[in-house]
């Protein structure tokens, strides 16, 4: 072979190799560009999931992340909360993206049995198809699966009967995902889809219908949620939030805290732990300037703002040093506050650490004309999760009797608070015990009591119209 001859070939095979190398890069920088995408759309989806409070009702007391088994109460008793982890004997393993989004936008279950609206499908079917997309590889790929069966959720009759779900959606489920509204900002618009949808807020602090549906007539107006108050949050300046600014609001979602307003606690506190306090500060702003432009809806008898009552003022010198009463259900006001809450809240109410501590005047727990937040902070307390922005209050349900409670609840209100608002005994006995009982489940044994003897009517009487016909003939 001549010189040239060579140097032709091994430059062919130099050229072929060469084309080789670029053409498995190429391969290989394809399949990284699609780990990189896949992993980016499950950090997405995290977040997403983290944005819906997934974690909040999918995990039990001390139990593993998502894998069920919290029992959820309600007014037509105990719904325990599903596996959704990607277990294929326990949780959702085996679910297509379809079966999933279906799950979780319909209120549909593999199986095709229906859930019930505790898990808040009404507000998930805002979400789109690629937020959904995005969930579905989160908790496929980005969960750990636990192999455990949550309890199974057994409601007493007729609501046990879960095909009955299916009439309910079609009375009250609007099935169409979020659509902007080209007249509003952008920013508008994100904040519209959070509140509306993945935050659900609707859930809590929109009241409902006979049917445990939400009265859209009155969306964000306030609700009560086992025992507590979620206040209204729409713009009206003396019941809602009007008077917020969008950053005070903004905080607020972060923290659980606005100083001289509002501190979180009950469901609101776990919603800022689990979910709202991870959001990016242009998404709280965003919902916040949502929250604002939400139409106002005003409450008979509210004629300041919440967080516009009371002022620094102290009468605790008076019982210092004066015997308390053998009957403990006599002590004043004066006293029990200066026995359980003038420690932290200081002698006139002020405070204290910068707000650590809050002020019991310009504070929206003592300007409510609903008192049950009130109540249920004192029985309960206000405490947050490890790690996140603290503001500590201890409970007082096995010290203070119910009476106790009502004396105190009272003082602070005339001291502090909304002078026209009051606490009783019987309100607080029936917080005590879990908030009131809810007539539906007697309305609905009633209506079917009455559609089953209905049905016997209309029996018997085609029985006795058919003996007529065959005597007559």
């Known amino acids: 072979m001549k010189y040239t001859d060579r140097m032709s070939f091994w ?8 084309t080789a190398v670029v053409a498995v890069s190429a391969m290989c920088g394809t399949a990284y560009a699609g780990e990189a995408d896949n992993e980016q759309l499950v950090k997405r989806g995290q977040y997403l999931a983290t944005a819906g409070d997934c974690v909040a009702c999918h995990t039990a007391p001390k139990g593993k992340p998502f894998a069920g088994g919290l029992s959820l109460a309600t007014p037509l008793g105990e719904i325990v909360s599903t596996n959704i982890t990607p277990s294929k004997t326990a949780g959702i393993g085996n679910y297509t993206q379809e079966r999933f989004s279906d799950a979780v936008r319909k209120g549909i279950r ?30 496929m790929q980005g969960v750990a699966p636990v192999d455990e069966h949550s309890p199974d959720t057994a409601l007493p009759f007729p609501f046990n009967i879960r095909m009955s779900m299916a009439v309910w959606n079609m009375m009250f489920l609007d099935s169409k995902p979020f659509e902007a509204n080209p007249s509003k900002s952008a920013e508008w618009n994100r904040g519209a889809y959070l509140v509306k949808g993945l935050a659900h807020c609707s859930a809590c602090h929109t009241p409902r219908n006979t049917l445990m549906a939400e009265d859209k007539t009155l969306d964000l107006a306030g609700a009560s949620i086992g025992g507590w108050t979620a206040p209204n949050i729409t713009s009206d300046a003396d019941s809602g939030v009007g008077t917020w600014s969008e950053q005070e609001l903004a905080d607020y979602l972060r923290t659980g805290h606005a100083l001289d307003k509002a501190q979180a606690a009950g469901p609101m506190a776990e919603a800022v732990d689990n979910s709202l306090r991870h959001l990016s500060d242009g998404d709280l702003h965003a919902m916040a ?12 008898g509210d004629t300041r703002p919440a967080s516009a ?45 910068g707000g650590g501590l809050p002020s019991l005047f310009h504070n929206s727990a003592l300007g409510r004309s609903n008192t049950n937040n009130l109540v249920m902070v004192m029985l309960h307390g206000v405490q947050h999760q490890d790690g996140t922005p603290d503001i500590l209050m201890p409970g007082f349900s096995d010290l203070l009797s119910d009476q106790q409670v009502a004396t105190l609840g009272n003082y602070l209100l005339k001291r502090w608070g909304n002078q026209n608002a009051i606490v009783t005994v019987d309100q607080v006995k029936t917080l005590r015990a879990g908030g009131e009982a809810s007539s539906l489940p007697w309305l609905a044994r009633g209506g079917l009591i009455g559609a089953v003897i209905l049905v016997i009517a209309l029996a018997l009487s085609i029985v006795r119209l058919r003996r007529r016909k065959t005597s007559a003939a």
Do not use: I
Not at 11 to 18: I, P, T
Not at 112 to 125: E, F, I, K, V
Not at 289 to 300: D, I, N, T, W
Not at 329 to 338: E, F, I, V
């Open 289 to 300: 300037v949502y929250l604002k432009s939400v139409p106002s809806v005003h409450a008979k």
């Open 309 to 353: 009552w009371g002022k620094p003022t102290a009468d605790v010198d008076e019982v210092r040093g004066v015997k308390w009463p053998a009957d403990a259900n006599k002590l004043s006001g004066a006293q029990l506050y200066d026995g359980y809450c003038a420690s932290c809240h200081q002698a006139k109410g002020e405070g204290a650490d």
């Open 110 to 139: 593999a199986d095709g049995a229906h859930l019930y609206p505790a898990m808040p499908y009404t507000s998930y079917a805002q979400v789109s198809d690629d937020d959904m997309k995005a969930m579905y590889a989160y908790f």
């Open 11 to 18: 430059g062919s095979v130099a050229l072929f190799a060469l």
